[in-house]
């Protein structure tokens, strides 16, 4: 459930005319709705509401200051995977005890600056890592506490590029592993082990999965449990899809109440590290359609928003519905709706039957919160687009359009070539 919807053939947002953010901020530009974004954390966290557990939003689907701020102001904790995504969340509020630190790839002075801000714990990806964690909390004098990250080795059934709990994937440690890498941090001066950990995957579609890997984690923890490995949280992860086309992934409470039927009776604290879930269909991505022309059968509708600006179609070949802001009679053709990039891969629609859409309107690129803003880039020396949050009949641009000038920051020229 989200609140863009059309009043008068016009694509509003809450109590706002999407043209009229557009006119004021100009195109292109993410818009999201507080009012999805607040109602999508509260369904997800009182999902749970029967068992001890703390909901950490995921940073890297969407990092803004101001997003992360209305989830931490509704209780939330913070999943990172980076020093910067850890910055973000102490600078938005966080509350430390509430941060997760996963990543296969924690750089020494990043392990220094989580256990500086006293976060929960560092979800550990390796037995190297382990060794630095240690050796880090050690110089400061301090204990790391830990869970490990333990790949499950189940199928997420999702997109390859998004599946990370299978033997293959670079994430966690293997399950057949865990047992012995647990005996070793138990036995490590600077670690306090206090939880085990698994991420299988994104935009999943199915519960079995999660319970799949809910499983073997059951066993882990009384095997640790049996050898007086005390192991009070159980972090699930993230995962849960949403849909973008057909897709009919569970309801948060389907998902809630199947891993709360099949681990009830454990004994932890649970944490889960939803992104896309709460983010995704909360934010659009608005453009205005540049120009529109006919190559071999084909209707090219060019739009002033590239694969820099959301780069999901490009990168996974995903599916994000495209509509226009305005409706009005337009014939339905076969289009493909493409960037400005000097790419072939820059497009946010292909080969699909949409309406006519004409040089000068305003087009809306449905369900892109979740991985938009925060994995877009600079390609093509394009300032990164705006982000302007809506509640109820006003909105608020929670990041500016970056200048010319903020392209070239940091950089400079050599003397020996003045
Ligand atoms: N926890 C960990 C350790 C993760 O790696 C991720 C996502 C999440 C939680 C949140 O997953 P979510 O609930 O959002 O599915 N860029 C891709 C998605 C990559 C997901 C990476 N990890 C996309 O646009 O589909």
């Not at 909390?137 to 499950?152: D, E, F, H, K, Y």
């Not at 070793?184 to 085990?196: P, Q």
């Not at 084909?298 to 070949?317: C, E, H, Q, W």
Request: net charge negative.
């Amino acid at each position: 459930m989200n609140y863009f919807n059309y009043v008068d053939n016009k694509l509003w947002c809450e109590g706002v005319p999407v043209l009229e953010v557009a006119q004021a901020v100009g195109t292109p530009f993410y818009l999201y709705s507080h009012r999805t974004l607040k109602r999508h954390f509260e369904v997800f966290d009182s999902a749970f509401e029967d068992i001890p557990h703390i909901v950490c939003f995921s940073a890297k689907a969407n990092s803004n200051a101001a997003i992360l701020k209305i989830f931490i102001n509704e209780g939330s904790g913070i999943d990172i995977v980076s020093g910067g995504e850890l910055y973000r969340a102490l600078e938005a509020g966080a509350d430390p005890r509430k941060i997760v630190y996963s990543g296969v790839g924690k750089r020494e002075e990043e392990i220094r600056y989580a256990l500086e801000s006293d976060i929960l714990m560092f979800n550990v990806e390796s037995s190297q890592e382990l060794e630095v964690i240690n050796t880090c909390a050690g110089r400061m004098n301090t204990v790391a506490r830990i869970s490990l990250r333990v790949n499950p080795d189940v199928d997420p059934m999702t997109h390859p590029h998004i599946s990370t709990g299978m033997r293959e994937n670079k994430f966690g440690i293997d399950i057949e592993k865990s047992l012995g890498e647990y005996r070793r941090a138990a036995k490590l001066d600077h670690i306090k082990v206090i939880g085990v950990d698994c991420h299988i995957g994104s935009q999943i579609t199915q519960i079995a999965p999660f319970i799949d890997a809910l499983d073997r984690l059951k066993k882990l923890i009384s095997s640790l449990r049996n050898e007086g490995i005390g192991i009070r949280y159980l972090d699930l992860g993230g995962g849960l899809g949403i849909t973008y086309d057909q897709e009919t992934p569970p309801h948060p409470k389907a998902y809630a109440k199947a891993i709360m039927d099949s681990a009830r009776d454990i004994d932890c604290t649970f944490i889960f590290e939803p992104g896309r879930v709460i983010v995704g269909n909360a934010g659009i991505l608005v453009c205005e359609v540049l120009y529109t022309k006919n190559n071999a059968d084909k209707r090219f509708v060019i739009t002033d928003a590239g694969m820099n600006d959301l780069m999901r179609p490009s990168l996974y070949n995903s599916y994000h519905e495209v509509r226009p802001v305005e409706l009005k009679e337009r014939k339905d053709v076969l289009s493909d709706v493409v960037g400005p990039i000097c790419e072939s891969s820059d497009f946010f629609a292909r080969g699909r039957v949409i309406p006519a859409l004409e040089r000068g309107d305003l087009m809306a690129v449905m369900s892109a919160g979740a991985y938009g803003f925060s994995m877009s880039s600079n390609y093509n020396s394009r300032p990164r687009v705006p982000e302007v949050l809506v509640r109820d009949e006003a909105f608020y641009v929670i990041r500016s359009r970056e200048t010319r000038a903020d392209l070239a920051r940091g950089e400079s020229i050599p003397d020996f070539m003045r």
